[in-house]
């Protein structure tokens, strides 16, 4: 029997295997075993999976399970399982599950009494907040903000009050703008980029979000990210802080602009429709 679970002859069991995050020697004992030991391995990009268990001689049987065929394949999976296959799951790097595909797995095999047993291993995320020197004792992991940028100042604002280290993971080409929305809902904190973690080109870029958004701007960084906020210092409060009408006076005095401009901006610092920010301020005054 692989690991230390209840799996028997009749039921199967899923392994939830954790692979490097982009150095191939970051990978545990257990899991290469298990690797050795599983009837198939469901994996998110094969062609990835290959790659890897090539490179530690394993021969597998690999199905594809990603976002885009889950709700067909998790059925299909424990079908196996309940026939008694032992079966792996792997995503392209890191933890399996955690902002990649297999929840929906999990749960299934847990309705069906399967066991499900986690292999730890390398996840960016950890990985990048030990190295950040951020406060570690408590922190929130959000995953992927919204893509478009009035939801994401929206779940920016609903994080402005948060004590806690934030840890994001982002893609490249959104991260100037990730960073300017921060910058404008949380206020200056302190920030990291971990970018290419455990790669050739590893770097943690430290600095204010406004330095850091200033070195985006000035050579934008390529490669795997991942962004950690620290809590505000709590002297400078962000703008989303105080209340629309406040920020609007704000804006009024500071850019010498008239109340539509300053409202327009204020409502674009939050993420909210003109319509509702109008509707916001005249609440705020009654
Ligand atoms: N499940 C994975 C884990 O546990 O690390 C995360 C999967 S998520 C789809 C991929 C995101 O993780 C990337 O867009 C990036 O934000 C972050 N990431 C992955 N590898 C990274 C690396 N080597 N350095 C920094 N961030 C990384």
Redesign the pocket.
């Known amino acids: 029997m692989i690991g230390a679970n209840k799996a028997t002859a009749e039921t199967g069991c899923l392994y939830l295997v954790?692979t490097p995050?982009?150095n191939l020697e970051d990978i545990t004992l257990r899991a290469l075993r298990v690797l050795k030991e599983v009837d198939l391995v469901a994996c998110e990009d094969t062609r990835q999976t290959q790659k890897l268990l090539n490179h530690y001689g394993i021969r597998k049987r690999l199905v594809s399970y990603h976002e885009h065929n889950e709700l067909t394949r998790a059925p299909e999976v424990v079908i196996e399982l309940e026939q008694g296959a032992r079966a792996a799951l792997v995503?392209?790097?890191?933890?399996?599950?955690?902002?990649?595909p297999g929840h929906r797995l999990v749960t299934l095999c847990l309705r069906h009494h399967i066991p499900v047993v986690p292999i730890p291993g390398?996840?960016?995320?950890v990985?990048?907040l030990a190295a950040s020197g951020m406060p570690t004792e408590e922190f929130l992991f959000v995953g992927?903000l919204p893509a478009r940028s009035g939801e994401r100042r929206r779940a920016l604002v609903d994080l402005a009050a948060e004590p806690r280290t934030l840890i994001?993971?982002?893609?490249p080409h959104r991260l100037e703008d990730t960073l300017k929305d921060a910058l404008e809902t949380l206020g200056p904190r302190p920030a990291v980029i971990?970018?290419?973690?455990?790669?050739v080109h590893?770097e943690f870029i430290r600095g204010t979000l406004g330095e850091l958004l200033e070195r985006v701007r000035r050579k934008p960084p390529r490669?795997?990210?991942?962004l950690l906020i620290g809590p505000g210092s709590g002297t400078q409060p962000a703008a989303t802080q105080v209340s629309l009408a406040a920020r609007v006076a704000q804006i009024m005095r500071e850019q010498n602009v008239d109340r539509k401009a300053a409202l327009k901006q204020a409502a674009r610092e939050r993420g909210l429709p003109r319509r509702e920010a109008y509707k916001q301020l005249l609440d705020d005054r009654s």
């Open positions: 954790a995050i982009g995503s392209d790097a890191g933890t399996p599950v955690i902002s990649d390398p996840s960016a995320l990985a990048a992927f994001f993971y982002e893609a971990a970018r290419e973690v455990t790669k590893e490669g795997e990210m991942t």
